[in-house]
């Protein structure tokens, strides 16, 4: 299984290099580019939130080490701390998703006050954004 | 025009995060030897299970090597909470007739919510109680809890959190991880230091004050998560 899995990789590192980082940039950019061209403010926060899961994906994709394990040393694996995957960017994405959730929670309730007070949620029909 | 700008904009930023991130080869290992202490990979790696007694390394470094770091976190998620309770604030007049903006669910819906719910709750306590064995944590099992609360708010109209006793929960909570941090202050160490590090790896009672940190975390965040859900789903509907 395990050299089954080590043939595969080195076979096919490139297609797996392209899959994972491609992946996540082109969320990164799919993201941008709501948050460029849409007009409705809801559209433009998911647009953040896509951004964020691409930037997510990006850290936990270079903290993988082949053939690694997660980083918890349950019982049996107890003296696997050389094959284990790298912990600090699994722990500094989960107060990055925290953070993102502050975020778009506060965006939220930003756009809910806006729309009660210009009765829709297009930025290009707030005139009063306008100088 | 303007879509071409920035289609022309992301195909450059695009091709450049690519060139980039191409050059980082995707597996390899970046720790090093982990027993050497050279990478901070590598240290927490060597040092967590003799040393801390947790088995979770990722719960190590959130709470303990980085406990300051999480501190501020679990306070920027309080300040959205408030943030978003002052933004949204409705005067008592309003309150009166203000209702729920979800429509009514179902039958079948209700019933199973009602039957869902003990159990998303008690999952979430399972895994912030058990984040420093487990994959999960404080801040995993509150959002699960706090999944359990959106169910019953959005298929019950007469379900209601009790504000008072959230506002005691959150600050008791809060109080108790600065305590804690104080605590190791007192004894004359570090803000945070987990003192007791007593317990076998892989037991429950196990890790010192990290269990401790994460279960006061848990009982923050899905308070948290809750008054942001119950605040967002009460908003008085467009007349």
């Known amino acids: ?131 | 025009m303007k879509k071409a700008f920035v289609i022309i904009l992301l195909a450059v930023l695009g091709f450049f995060l690519t060139k980039t991130f191409m050059d980082i080869p995707f597996g390899e290992n970046r720790i090093g030897e982990v027993s050497s202490n050279e990478t901070a990979a590598g240290y927490y790696l060597n040092n967590t299970p003799a040393k801390t007694k947790v088995a979770n390394v990722v719960t190590a470094i959130v709470v303990n090597y980085r406990g300051l770091d999480t501190l501020g976190e679990v306070t920027v998620l309080f300040l959205a909470s408030t943030g978003l309770a002052s933004i949204l604030y409705r005067r008592k007049r309003e309150e009166e007739d203000a209702e729920r903006l979800s429509l009514p669910s179902s039958r079948i819906m209700r019933t199973g919510v009602r039957v869902l719910f003990p159990a998303i709750v008690l999952l979430g306590i399972y895994v912030f109680i058990h984040g420093h064995l487990t994959p999960g944590g404080g801040f995993q099992g509150g959002t699960i809890v706090a999944t359990g609360f959106l169910l019953m708010l959005i298929s019950y109209k007469g379900f209601n959190t009790d504000h008072n006793r959230m506002v005691w929960i959150e600050s008791l909570a809060g109080l108790s991880f600065v305590g804690i941090g104080i605590w190791g202050l007192i004894s004359g160490n570090t803000f945070l230091e987990n003192i007791p590090e007593t317990g076998i790896l892989n037991s429950l009672i196990s890790g010192g004050l990290i269990p401790i940190i994460y279960i006061v975390v848990g009982f923050k965040v899905a308070v948290e998560l809750t008054g942001i859900l119950d605040i967002l789903l009460n908003i008085k509907p467009k007349k």
Do not use: C
């Open chain 1, 1 to 131: 299984m395990q050299e089954q899995f080590n043939e595969v990789f080195t076979k096919y590192h490139e297609v797996i290099t392209w899959g994972v980082y491609g992946t996540a940039i082109a969320l990164m950019l799919i993201g941008l580019y709501a948050i460029l061209i849409k007009k409705n403010l809801v559209k433009i926060i998911i647009g953040l939130t896509i951004m964020d899961a691409g930037i997510h994906l990006l850290f936990v994709g270079i903290g993988y080490i082949q053939n690694g394990t997660a980083p918890i040393f349950s019982p049996g694996y107890e003296n696997a701390a050389d094959r284990m995957v790298d912990p600090v960017p699994q722990a500094l994405v989960l107060t990055a998703i925290i953070i993102g959730f502050a975020i778009t929670a506060v965006a939220l309730s930003l756009v809910i006050r806006l729309y009660k007070h210009h009765h829709t949620a297009k930025i290009d029909q707030i005139k009063s954004l306008k100088w």
